[in-house]
């Protein structure tokens, strides 16, 4: 072997050692200002072993000169003109912890004190809630697009320079300070994949890079957690009630139609709904629980009600028999159980004593009967 063939050999060993330590760099770097930036370590969501990435993301986007190359100790924001002045606005009631003005703490410290309106369709335990704050008012038209991830429900809101949250309409333009991503960690199809959480936040992040913004992402690991150990005992939660009522002659539809309205009920599609305190109570329908039709006449009618929708169950059964003794008074008629035999005194004591193991037993495994989780998982 020559010495010109020793050189070549010699360069590219060289050339192979200068790329290795500058890619050592750059991660270093990377990784530097991010936890810096980002309230967040790099080994959060954005770095997880197996992650499948649905929609082929183009990592790229993770190494832009023109951002890692910023000057990290420069990177400050003056908060105050992060937002216009909204000393006008409710304060927050708890006391907030003090950070540093420049700081990415107190950036999103500022962004809590801006009242949130659509503060109910967030449920931080039920909820992936990611918060994107912009250095400086920022034009948009698209956004980040995480269809592609999730199959779960999710709404995108955004803080305008008026101050105010809006919820996000594709093909709009805004000039937003912020942005919220709310998206459902379970519904009645089971819950989200860690793998789909971490692709969300992927493209997300990407954005955020290219966009000088700053981002918060809720405790998610906890959330699910606490929905698993939830859900091991749904399989047996689910209660529905059903009873008849008999007629001894048929009658009219409208004349059931006035008998139903006049005592508080609602129509939807000819089914009668009794609602309390904003909650359906309990249904009346055809006995193969269809709508009513005018031109009609019944003489058996189904009374149903979910009872793990509701939070006061013993109530309900309170609320029905009420209604049917009102209806017994008013035409001549019966109530039966499931199983189409006359309700005696001995199936209402069976009932009642049953309703209220069911409430015990819920109790015992955490489960809160009517909450939201119920009801995004069976609804």
Do not use: C
Request: charged share 25%.
């Amino acid at each position: 072997m020559n010495s010109i063939q020793l050189a070549i050999i010699a360069a590219v060993l060289s050339l192979i050692l200068m790329l290795v330590v500058y890619s050592w760099y750059q991660e270093i770097k990377f990784k530097r200002m991010v936890e810096n930036n980002f309230n967040h370590k790099v080994n959060d969501a954005i770095k997880e072993d197996q992650v499948l990435i649905l929609d082929g993301l183009d990592e790229n986007a993770f190494n832009n000169k023109n951002i890692l190359d910023r000057d990290i100790a420069q990177n400050k924001v003056n908060v105050d003109s992060l937002f216009a002045d909204i000393s006008n606005q409710q304060k927050p009631l708890v006391q907030e912890e003090i950070f540093p003005d420049d700081s990415v703490e107190a950036i999103f410290a500022k962004l809590k004190t801006i009242p949130f309106d659509y503060a109910h369709e967030a449920d931080e335990s039920l909820d992936y809630i990611i918060d994107i704050a912009f250095e400086e008012p920022l034009k948009l038209k698209t956004l980040p697009e995480i269809a592609a991830y999730t199959q779960k429900h999710y709404k995108i809101y955004v803080l305008g320079k008026d101050n105010k949250w809006q919820v996000y309409s594709r093909g709009n333009k805004y000039i937003a300070s912020a942005l919220k991503y709310v998206v459902h960690l379970v519904d009645k199809n089971g819950i989200v994949s860690q793998a789909q959480i971490a692709n969300i936040y992927r493209e997300i992040f990407k954005f955020v890079l290219q966009n000088s913004a700053f981002v918060q992402q809720s405790n998610y690991e906890a959330s699910i957690n606490s929905i698993q150990e939830q859900t091991k005992h749904f399989k047996e939660i689910k209660l529905e009630l059903e009873l008849y009522l008999i007629l001894k002659s048929p009658v009219d539809y409208k004349t059931l139609h006035k008998f139903f309205i006049d005592h508080n009920f609602t129509e939807q599609e000819g089914k009668f709904i009794y609602i309390r305190n904003d909650r359906t109570q309990f249904m009346i329908s055809d006995e193969s629980a269809n709508g009513l039709e005018n031109g009609i006449n019944y003489k058996l009618l189904l009374i149903s009600s979910d009872l793990h929708f509701i939070q006061e169950p013993q109530k309900v059964t309170d609320y029905i028999f009420d209604f049917a003794e009102q209806f017994t008074n008013s035409f001549e008629s019966r109530l039966l159980t499931t199983s189409k035999q006359i309700f005696s005194e001995r199936e209402y004591t069976a009932l009642s004593k049953y309703i209220i193991n069911y409430i015990d037993n819920a109790k015992k495994k955490n489960i809160k009967l009517g909450g939201e989780l119920i009801s995004r998982m069976f609804s």
